[in-house]
């Protein structure tokens, strides 16, 4: 299994380079977040060199939203693991176990080389919930994208709660 990190991993040198130990903020009930140190394993060579293949600066903000799935999945009641695959060629994020949600697939586009994307099946409505709740974080394109700007830090509450509402999308809502 290839490990960002391992020496065996003919890739290792390039997502190191970026830091793939990336800091994830934890948010607690205070002010202040807490950061942590966040590595997840590549399961999949293929999603590894997905990464190895972007230029630098949005290789390191797809690594950090990576991370901050993972670690918004561990933190969801009834999420399950998550499975990363490649989709259209982009690294995806399933609840395949659970079935509790829609796919995120994340990627950057040299046509707009500024801004990384957070993608949701077209068919939901959640884009129309992202854009209700983080109107002013984040851009959208039409109902199944979210960008984000690659030269400030990754909005991560924002994030945190677009992540959650996709891995629960199936979930019956609280009563």
Not at 44 to 55: G, I, K, S
Not at 88 to 106: A, F, H, N, V
């Amino acid at each position: 299994m290839p490990c960002v990190g391992d020496g065996g991993n003919p890739i290792s040198g390039a997502l190191e380079a970026t830091g793939f130990k990336r800091r994830v903020a934890c948010y607690g009930s205070g002010v202040s977040a807490k950061k942590v140190q966040r590595r997840v394993r590549f399961e999949r060579p293929e999603v590894a060199e997905a990464f190895a293949v972007l230029p630098p600066k949005p290789r390191a903000r797809l690594l950090e939203l990576r991370a901050l799935i993972f670690d918004t999945a561990e933190k969801t009641p009834r999420v399950g693991p998550i499975e990363e695959a490649l989709r259209w060629g982009e690294p995806s994020y399933l609840t395949s176990q659970s079935k509790s949600g829609t796919t995120i697939r994340i990627h950057w586009k040299p046509r707009r080389p500024d801004h990384g994307a957070f993608y949701v099946h077209c068919q939901t409505h959640l884009v129309d919930q992202y854009r209700l709740r983080h109107a002013q974080r984040f851009e959208f394109e039409g109902d199944r994208a979210v960008l984000f700007a690659l030269d400030q830090p990754l909005p991560q509450r924002a994030l945190r709660d677009c992540i959650k509402l996709a891995l629960t999308y199936h979930l019956p809502a609280p009563r």
